[in-house]
């Protein structure tokens, strides 16, 4: 059941500096709780997430990842804890091998050729390239598709489902795995 919370206008504010694309308040709000749990461990309150086995999810098939968040993840050998550094990682490691005019056309994402902040946009002044935002299941599979382009060793992802009845497994934790077969390059 959704509840009915006032806020000032300056909290309101604030919160609209953090919108992306068509954001709504609630998905601001989330997002600042998903960050502030991650960073701070002990304000997830115990027994929120049961211990049961994970579950070994399928990457060309990995079914519904909405409320997820990665807890511990691998592109190759970058380190990745964000559904969004996952697709970052994926195209920077890209760009290695495929001119960014190559990039665009591989990427499953929308690649934009610049700095773009406009409709989603996120800009990554580094690669010079902007990516429209993505859904957990979407930047998974943008990036297993540039893993298998480029032969990248591997991706690892642990991750987490919210705790909340739209989840497919509301608490549970789960594990992504993708390594490549035979001769890799190295990234």
Same mark, same amino acid.
């Given at each position: ?60 098939? /990995? ?59 996120? /800009? ?64």
């Amino acid at each position: 059941m959704s509840q009915v919370i006032r806020i000032s206008e300056s909290i309101y504010s604030r919160l609209e500096a953090h919108v992306q694309g068509f954001d709504t308040p609630a998905n601001v709000i989330e997002r600042l709780l998903d960050f502030y749990e991650e960073y701070h461990p002990s304000a997830t309150p115990p027994g929120t997430v049961p211990q049961h086995d994970i579950i070994e999810l399928d990457p060309d098939n /990995p079914g519904d990842l909405t409320h997820t968040r990665i807890l511990d993840g691998r592109f190759g050998d970058s380190p990745v804890r964000k559904w969004k550094q996952l697709a970052y990682e994926a195209h920077k490691h890209a760009l290695k091998y495929f001119s960014v005019e190559e990039l665009e056309r591989t990427s499953l994402a929308r690649v934009h050729i610049g700095m773009r902040s406009d409709i989603g946009y996120s /800009p990554y002044p580094d690669i010079g390239i902007s990516i429209q935002s993505l859904s957990a299941k979407a930047s998974w599979d943008v990036a297993l598709h540039l893993a298998k382009q480029i032969r990248v060793s591997q991706i690892e992802l642990q991750i987490e489902w919210h705790q909340k009845k739209q989840a497919v497994y509301p608490g549970r934790r789960g594990r992504l795995f993708w390594e490549a077969q035979g001769a890799y390059r190295s990234t």
